[in-house]
């Protein structure tokens, strides 16, 4: 009797093992779609936000005037960042871009003053863009404005794709994952059918019988999401470790939600999958239980 009740504690424990592993690697599978679509999210902010709107002053304005259309500038809500290009400032780029001064056989300097702009993210548009060049140009002292749109539309556009096949994925894994889980959780639910049957019969609550059951699930929906965050966290590690730059999309913000998104599902999905799966087995009557 001990013997066969070893084993029973031996293939309860290896399918609480083989369930908790099932469902670590559904939970990464997961967390790298919430991962993908909220780092294209800041990506999109990012390259949005690193676009630049060149504006051309006028050849007579003075470097304290453009100074101060730069203050003017700033408290503007659509601008993020200003940058500002003297005249001798752009002869000395171009003659080291060159390798050559124009002054020297022209006489002059022949570069005006620019100021270049970046927007905060959610200006960066087609639409906005219009209206701001349109707003900047009834400044006088502003001659000229120049802003990439034929790549500030490509960018919009791809990155508008790029979230829509992400958040599908995220739904349809969403789907496979709880069925999958619910699978694994069914055999194991399966595999003591009998027990839930006889607690039924010395007159145990379904409310008591369930408890143990949901229990069980919470502690491998933790462990499975713990682990799956481990992982999901050493992938982020080398990634940073191969290139730094990346922190400047991957934000503390976005790894915060994935472990806690993956958390919640891993909590949620076992969670319900036993209970659905411990009442279908209260439902059943003894003799069902042999044909199944």
């Known amino acids: 009797m001990g013997k066969k009740r070893t084993n029973t504690r031996v293939r309860h424990g290896l399918q609480g093992i083989t369930l908790c592993i099932s469902t670590a690697l559904v939970l990464i599978l997961l967390g ?14 990012y390259v949005k936000e690193n676009l630049t709107v060149t504006m051309m002053l006028g050849e007579d304005i003075t470097d304290s005037e453009a100074r101060q259309l730069c203050a003017d500038l700033h408290k503007r809500p659509y601008i993020s960042h200003i940058t500002y290009i003297s005249k001798e400032q752009a002869l000395k780029e171009q003659t080291e871009a060159m390798g050559t001064d124009p002054s020297e056989f022209l006489g002059m300097n022949p570069f005006v003053a620019s100021i270049e702009l970046q927007l905060r993210a959610q200006y960066a548009n087609t639409d906005s863009l219009k209206w701001i060049s349109t707003n ?27 979230n829509i096949v992400l958040l599908v994925l995220a739904v349809l894994l969403t789907c496979v994952s709880f069925s999958l889980i619910n699978n694994t959780v069914k055999l194991g639910m399966y595999a003591r059918r009998f027990t839930i049957h006889t ?15 949901l229990g069980n699930a919470v502690g491998i929906g933790l462990l499975a999401a713990v682990i799956a965050d481990a992982v999901l966290a050493a992938g982020v590690y080398a990634l ?3 290139e730094p730059g ?14 806690g998104a993956v958390l919640l599902f891993g909590l949620l999905i076992t969670l319900l999958c036993a209970y659905f ?11 069902d239980l042999y044909k199944i």
Do not use: C
């Open 277 to 287: 799966s411990v009442n279908r087995f209260l439902r059943m009557k003894a003799g």
């Open 199 to 213: 607690m039924k019969l010395v007159g145990a609550s379904w409310s008591f019988i369930r408890r143990p059951f």
């Open 240 to 242: 940073y470790t191969y």
């Open 136 to 162: 900047l140009k009834s400044d006088k002292r502003i001659t000229d404005i120049t802003y990439p749109q034929d790549l500030m539309d490509s960018v919009n556009r791809n990155l508008n794709k790029i």
């Open 246 to 259: 990346v922190l400047t999309v991957i934000t503390w913000e976005v790894m915060a939600v994935t472990g």
């Open 32 to 45: 790298m779609v919430v991962f993908s679509v909220l780092s294209a999210r800041n990506l999109s902010a």
